[in-house]
C-alpha cells in the first residue's frame, strides 16, 4: 500500500524526470520499506518520502517551465494576458463587493462611479475573456506539439477567462 | 585575480563523498550518506534524485554501464570534474577547520 501510495505521488514530477528517474526511485523506496522496521517505521518513512516529493516535484517543474518557455513575443503577450484574465475575477468581486456596499449605503460618488464603470466591466471583460479563449483555442489546434511553457499559459489564461464568463 | 567558488548545497556533497569510494546505486548512497553524517542526514529518493540530476547536469556525476536486463537499479560514480570538485570542497573544509582551530573555536560547543 505504502508503495502504491508512493508510485501516485510521484505523479507530481514531470514527465521528463519521470522517464529518467521513477523506476530507481520506486526500486529505492521498495529497499527503504524493507529496511524499515514495524508498521509505524514504514508509516514514517512513507511520510517523509511524500514530504520530499512536496519538496522537490515543484522544482523540477519549474526547471521545465524555465527551460521550455523563451521569451518570445507571442509567450510574453499570452503570459501577460493569461494573468491579468486570472486577476480579473477578483476585480470584478471587488468591484460587485463595492456595488453592493454602494447599494445598502448609498454614496452619490460611488454611486456614480459605478454607473459611469458598470458597462464597462460588464461588457469589456467577457468580450476579453471571449477573446482570449478564441485565441487560446486555436492555437491549441494549431500546435499539437507545443511546448509545456505554452501549455501552462494557455491552460492558466482559459481557466482564468472561463472564470470571468462563469461570473459575468 | 582569484576565482570565487560556489559551494555544493550539503546534500549534494554528501553524495560526492559517498562516491568516492566506489560506484553505488540509489539505496547504497543513501546508506552511506547515512553513516558518513553519523545518522542526520536521512535521505529519501525525491532528495537524493533530484540531487544526482543536478550532479549529472554538472558533469560532477556519471551513470556506470551496468546489466540493466537483471538490475533496475543504476549505479553512479564521480567524474574527473567530480573529483575536482570534491577535493576542492574538501580543501575549504580543511581551511576552515584550521581557522577554527587558530581561533580555539574547536570546544564552543563546551563553553
New interface residues.
Partial sequence: MFAFVYRLALRAYPRSFRAEYEQEMLVAFDELLVGATGPGGRFWLCLRSLTEVVQWAPRERLEVLNATISATPGVLVWGSASSLSLLAPFVLAACYRLHMLADREPNPQWSALLVHAEPYYERLLPAVALVIIFFSTILFLRNATMKNGYRYFLGLGLIGSLAIVALV | MKRTMELLPQISFSILLALSLQPR???EI?QQVLEDSGGRI?L???????S??QLRIAGLIEQVDGDAVFD???YYQLTDSGWKRLDQELQYFRVSLEISQNRKLSNLGEA
Fill in positions: 546505486h540509489g539505496y543513501m536521512k529519501g529518493p525525491g532528495a537524493l534524485y533530484g544526482i540530476k533496475r537499479r543504476r
